[in-house]
């Protein structure tokens, strides 16, 4: 697979077949990422990776945690800056109604909306897991090049017949995570990932989320 087409066909794949990937597969695709690069080389990333039952725990835990306050924990890295301002709100809000338009959910019924996110929760079924931890004393820096990191294993997963999904809902309860795998005082854990073979025949993965045009995106000079 050239890159052109695993950039093009890489979505946000929400919905999984069970299929496990074996250990051997795994450890090859995460060698594979290690040379996304990062500012000064530091890598500034570490990876969880979870199956089996220690991925049936975290959603166990996932359970608990947003059972006991579906609004999560409490966190100073909220996912989005607050009151997002325009261009950036209308998109966010232009993929979600996209995407439970996919689903036939209607605006209205937000419960089946809220039932719907919380597979978040379960990884869409998907059979791996990756949490992407990263030390709390980086900067905005390190959180880009951890950036570079998950698209080189999203691009990387393509080209293995894998889909994933980042998730940074994930962050939403942060406090219980870093308890759950141990992590040194200072880590945190960043973001998520769903990982595994698409479900082809579920609609969600037919979206194609819109991108902003080349016009409005960037500046050409001196050509
Ligand atoms: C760092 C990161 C975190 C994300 N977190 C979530 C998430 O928690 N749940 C989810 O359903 N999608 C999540 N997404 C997927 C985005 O919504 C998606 O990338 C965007 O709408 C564009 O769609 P595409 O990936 O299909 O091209 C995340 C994407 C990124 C890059």
């Known amino acids: 697979m050239d890159v052109s087409t695993a950039v093009d066909q890489r979505i946000s794949t929400r919905a999984f077949l069970p299929d496990a990937l074996s250990e051997a597969e795994v450890r090859d695709w995460l060698n594979k990422a290690q040379r996304a690069p990062s500012g000064g080389n530091v890598?500034?990333?570490?990876?969880?990776?979870?199956?089996?039952?220690?991925?049936?725990?975290?959603?166990?835990l996932g359970g608990q945690v947003l059972g006991a306050d579906p609004r999560g924990q409490k966190t100073d890295r909220p996912i989005y800056p607050k009151d997002l301002w325009e261009p950036y709100e209308a998109r966010r809000r232009r993929v979600g109604e996209m995407m439970y338009e996919t689903l036939g959910i209607p605006r209205e019924d937000r419960p089946a909306r809220l039932a719907w996110f919380a597979n978040n929760f379960r990884?869409?079924?998907?059979?791996?897991?990756?949490?992407?931890?990263?030390?709390?004393?980086?900067?905005?820096?390190?959180?880009?090049?951890?950036?570079?990191?998950?698209?080189?294993?999203?691009?990387?997963?393509?080209?293995?017949?894998?889909?994933?999904?980042?998730?940074?809902?994930?962050?939403?309860?942060?406090?219980?995570?870093?308890?759950?795998?141990?992590?040194?005082?200072t880590e945190m854990?960043?973001?998520g990932m769903a990982v595994g073979k698409p479900d082809k025949s579920h609609p969600v993965n037919t979206l194609r989320a819109e991108r902003a045009s080349l016009e409005e995106m960037a500046e050409l000079h001196g050509f």
């Open 43 to 60: 890598q500034p990333w570490r990876t969880i990776a979870v199956t089996g039952k220690a991925l049936e725990d975290v959603i166990a």
């Open 123 to 185: 990884f869409f079924g998907a059979p791996l897991a990756l949490f992407i931890v990263i030390d709390e004393r980086m900067g905005h820096g390190q959180w880009g090049h951890t950036g570079m990191y998950l698209q080189t294993l999203a691009l990387l997963a393509e080209e293995r017949g894998w889909g994933t999904c980042m998730q940074e809902c994930w962050g939403m309860m942060r406090p219980a995570l870093k308890e759950h795998f141990k992590l040194a005082p």
């Open 189 to 191: 854990i960043w973001c």
